[in-house]
C-alpha cells in the first residue's frame, strides 16, 4: 500500500525518470523475436516506455499495481493496461506468449519472488518467454560499486526499491528455465522459457 502510494506519486515524473534505464529494456527487446499474433505482457509496465516501443508489433497488454502508473502508460502507449497485483494477476491461465518485467523483481525479497514466479508460470502459455531485467551486483569494478549502492538502500528502503539480486538462482528453482543470462553494468538481462507441464 505504501509502495502503491509512492508509485501513484512517481508517475508524475516517471515518463522521465524511467529513461535513465530505458537502454537495459531496449537490449532486452533485442534477445527474443516477437511476432504479430504473439500476446505480450510488461508486468509492472511503470509509464509505459517498452509498451510504446512495441506498439503494432504484437498484441500488446500491460499492468501495474499503481492505477496512476497504468493509466499514464495506457495514454502514453495506446495498449491495454491495466489496473493490478503481479501476485494475483488479473489475467486468465496460459493468456500470454511473453511475459516481460522490468525493474519489478528486484523490489521483492526472496519469499516474494518465489510466489511471484508461480503466477507468472500460470498466466504463461507453455514453452512462453519470461524475460526479467533486474538489478544485480555486477561484475568487476560493478561489483564493487554495487555494494555501496547496497549501503544506500539499507539507509533508504523506502525510497530505493530496486535491490541487487541473482534473479538465475531464484528462477532456477521454478517452473521456468534460463536460457540466457547477460549481465550489463549493474544490470541483468534473465530470459526464461516455461516448462511444458
Ligand atoms: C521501478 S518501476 C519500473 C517500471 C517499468 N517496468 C520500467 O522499467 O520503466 C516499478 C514498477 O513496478 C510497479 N509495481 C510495484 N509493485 C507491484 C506489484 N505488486 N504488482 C505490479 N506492479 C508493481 C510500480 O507501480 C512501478 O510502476
Avoid at 517498452?50 to 495506457?74: H, N
Avoid at 491495466?82 to 494477476?89: E, K, R, V, Y
Amino acid at each position: 500500500m505504501v509502495r502503491r502510494r509512492f508509485y501513484d506519486w512517481l508517475s508524475r515524473y516517471y515518463w522521465f525518470v524511467g529513461l535513465f534505464d530505458d537502454c537495459y529494456k531496449r537490449r532486452a527487446l533485442e534477445l527474443f523475436e516477437l511476432e504479430r499474433r504473439m500476446r505480450f505482457l510488461d508486468v509492472g509496465c511503470g509509464a509505459g516506455f517498452v509498451l510504446r516501443r512495441l506498439a503494432g508489433r504484437a498484441l500488446i497488454f500491460g499492468v501495474d499495481s499503481s492505477c496512476e502508473m497504468a493509466l499514464s502508460a495506457g495514454r502514453r502507449s495506446g495498449a491495454h493496461v491495466s489496473c493490478g497485483d503481479c501476485f494475483c494477476l488479473p489475467f486468465r491461465d496460459g493468456s500470454f506468449d511473453v511475459l516481460f518485467c522490468s525493474f519489478v523483481f528486484d523490489i521483492f525479497d526472496f519469499s516474494e519472488q518465489k510466489k511471484i514466479l508461480l503466477e507468472f508460470s500460470r498466466v504463461c502459455a507453455p514453452s512462453g518467454l519470461l524475460v526479467l531485467v533486474n538489478n544485480t551486483r555486477g561484475k568487476g569494478v560493478f561489483f564493487l560499486l554495487s555494494g555501496f549502492y547496497l549501503m544506500l538502500v539499507r539507509i533508504f528502503p523506502k525510497v530505493l526499491l530496486n535491490k541487487p539480486i541473482d534473479g538465475f538462482s531464484v528462477v532456477e528453482s521454478s517452473g521456468f528455465a534460463v536460457k540466457k543470462r547477460k549481465v550489463v553494468g549493474f544490470t541483468e538481462i534473465v530470459v526464461c522459457v516455461r516448462d511444458t507441464e
